[in-house]
């Protein structure tokens, strides 16, 4: 934790757009370079600055441990349900072309379902790995 | 919908379950995983009996055609170690309540059964998949899980243990990615039947070669093949009881597995076993390792430790019956899979049962136990004997073929090994069944294992003698395994 106010104004200026930056690429995985794992890392080091900058209480006190445990199992859940529900559906395991009416928007948002899970379970993953660390010395 | 996808099933129920495990309530964890396990072994049966009438299953993931997609294939070899690695998940799996409530701290059991789970998936995934890569990527993923099992135990040294297991498993694994990776840059696929068909074009160059040495190394630290053995006894014998009896009836077994397909179907036998040096040198490594591993044995005064070490050498076995490269030798090597698992199933929980009650497994506190746990010390003894391949048990049937292959062979020095190796499990056996029946305890109360934990070691201890008498469904099983794997040499 600092007490260096160009550091936290640049810090909170940047947070924002870091976060944005990993929407942008999520959302953009299924045409260009990037996807649920990229997006995952950008977004979970916007929260690791917020931690160092800020302290890891703060930063914990927005994503608790317990809310990120969670988050993780949720996100892989969210992979392996598309699979399920495309097996429901009729077809294989993650065959995405049945999702949709037509095989091509099918293929698209059964991407973009998984890349979310992707996503989510990787933010969680490495903002947990993170706190570990960061926590190990405290009582 | 179930039988179409009935392979996939097989691994995405316990993938799906185990994230499940961390939402729900940590109460309905032990629930939740007891329901998937037995699931997931009645739907082995299931494949089983498909396989057994179709021959072989093949499940195009994804709905993508192999080569370019993921494939499942599962024929008479993986249905067997399938069979093996869910059954004991779902007999041991019971057993687990009592036993990791007692040894692994209460805010984790949620997270052990999570990972429990993922070994599951991960161990059933490998045997499963018909693709190289995906095959690494479950080793990876029963890997991880098995450090985390490992290290769960309350006592301090389970992390360590488990730090050792991976750094071995993790070169483990890195050989055997690098490996693939030549293969694929060589052959442009990672489809093993597809690869076995390219590997024969390009099979005489230096890079197929190196593949080949860093899969098989890769392969035998997996698996534990004496001298790549060191990080096993440490592992087993600091994890939780339940997780030492899963891992050493199943994770082993499945790295067996995946160098006899490797040799077997993706470089095909002839490539394997050109050089005449090759062969003896695993014939001698797996000799090594029946008498190393069962001396060994002898000098342990843990008797997890002492398993652990007896482990190498019935290791040592399978890789033998490998080694001798008849249809009896692969019959034996498969069928010793399935009778190990077996019988270290039993073993392992009949120590478990000790450590639960005495809270320690060295050998000094089995004194008395004849009197204290008379029906525990009596699944120990099956066990042993089975271990020992006492006829009537499971053990001497998988002993007798590995002889009658070796007898094939004329290769009379081996038969040697094989009774020496038995006569050295005597002796290991003897010192744990002397300390328990004919040495007086002060204590002479009756403290017998709960029923839930009772029962799994008993139906293991049993099942080692029906599979000793009625051999027909493993025989049966390890011969069209075997028959399998010559036939599809080139």
């Not at chain 1, 200026?13 to 370079?33: K, N, T």
């Not at chain 1, 998984?114 to 405290?138: H, K, P, S, Y």
């Not at chain 2, 039993?346 to 746990?373: D, H, N, P, V, Y």
Request: glycine share 8%.
């Amino acid at each position: 934790m600092t007490r260096d106010p160009v550091l936290k104004i640049t810090a909170k200026f940047l947070i924002p757009l870091i976060m944005l930056f990993a929407l942008y690429v999520q959302f953009h995985g299924e045409y260009s370079p990037g996807g649920g794992f990229q997006a995952g890392v950008i977004f979970a080091s916007a929260i690791i600055l917020y931690g160092l900058v800020f302290g890891v209480e703060a930063a914990s006190a927005v994503l608790p441990m317990s809310f990120l445990i969670r988050q993780a199992a949720a996100g892989v859940l969210l992979y392996g349900g598309v699979g399920v529900v495309s097996m429901l559906l009729g077809g294989q395991f993650l065959n995405y072309n049945l999702l949709a009416a037509d095989p091509v928007s099918g293929q698209h948002l059964g991407i973009i379902l998984v890349e979310l899970g992707v996503g989510l379970t990787v933010t969680a993953v490495m903002v947990i790995i993170f706190f570990v660390f960061a926590d190990r010395n405290r009582p | 919908m179930i039988m179409d996808n009935l392979i996939a099933l097989l691994v995405i129920i316990p993938l799906l379950a185990a994230p499940l495990c961390l939402l729900l309530p940590a109460r309905w964890s032990w629930l939740l995983t007891t329901a998937v396990s037995w699931l997931v072994f009645g739907l082995t049966i299931l494949m089983l009996y498909q396989v057994d009438s179709q021959g072989i299953l093949s499940y195009h993931l994804g709905g993508w055609e192999p080569p370019w997609g993921i494939e499942y294939r599962v024929d008479a070899l993986n249905a067997l170690v399938a069979l093996i690695v869910a059954g004991i998940g779902a007999v041991v799996i019971p057993y687990a309540r009592l036993s990791v409530r007692a040894e692994v701290a209460a805010d984790n059991s949620a997270g052990f059964y999570a990972a429990y789970l993922l070994a599951l998936t991960g161990l059933l995934g490998i045997t499963l998949t018909g693709d190289v890569f995906n095959l690494f990527v479950f080793l990876e993923i029963s890997s991880l899980s098995s450090y985390i099992l490992i290290s769960q135990h309350r006592e301090r040294r389970a992390l360590v243990a488990a730090y050792q297991y991976l750094v071995m498993g993790t070169i483990g694994a890195t050989f055997l990615l690098i490996g693939i990776g030549l293969l694929y840059g060589m052959t442009g696929t990672l489809n093993m039947a597809d690869l076995a068909e390219r590997l024969q074009e390009v099979e005489q160059t230096r890079t197929v070669y190196t593949g080949f040495a860093f899969i098989v190394v890769g392969a035998s630290i997996k698996l534990a093949l004496f001298p790549l053995h060191w990080w096993m006894p440490n592992a087993y014998t600091y994890a939780p009881s339940v997780v030492s009896a899963f891992l050493a009836a199943t994770a082993t077994k499945v790295a067996v597995y995946v160098l006899l397909r490797f040799l077997f179907t993706v470089f095909g036998v002839e490539f394997s076993f050109r050089s005449e040096f090759f062969q003896s040198a695993l014939i001698f490594l797996s000799v090594a390792a029946v008498l190393v591993g069962s001396a060994l044995a002898i000098v342990q005064i843990n008797v997890k430790r002492l398993l652990a070490y007896s482990s190498v050498a019935q290791i040592g076995y399978m890789i033998l019956g490998l080694a001798l490269l008849n249809l009896l030798g692969l019959t034996a090597a498969t069928l010793h899979l399935f009778n190990h698992a077996l019988m270290k199933g039993a073993l392992f929980l009949a120590l478990g049962c000790i450590a639960l009650r005495m809270g320690a497994t060295e050998i000094s506190q089995l004194r008395g136990m004849g009197k204290r746990m008379p029906i525990t010390m009596a699944a120990f003894v099956i066990g042993g004997l089975s271990l020992i391949g006492v006829p009537g048990t499971a053990g001497f049937i998988s002993k007798w073929y590995l002889a009658l292959a070796a007898f094939e062979r004329g290769w009379w020095p081996l038969i040697l090994v094989i009774v020496v190796g038995s006569l050295l499990a005597v002796v290991y056996i003897w010192r744990v069944v002397e300390v328990a029946y004919f040495q007086e305890s002060e204590d002479q109360s009756r403290c017998e294992a709960p029923l839930s934990m009772l029962i799994p070691t008993a139906v293991l201890a049993l099942a080692n003698i029906y599979f000793g008498l009625d051999t027909r469904l493993p025989l049966y099983l390890a011969d069209s395994a075997a028959q399998l794997l010559l036939g599809s040499a080139p």
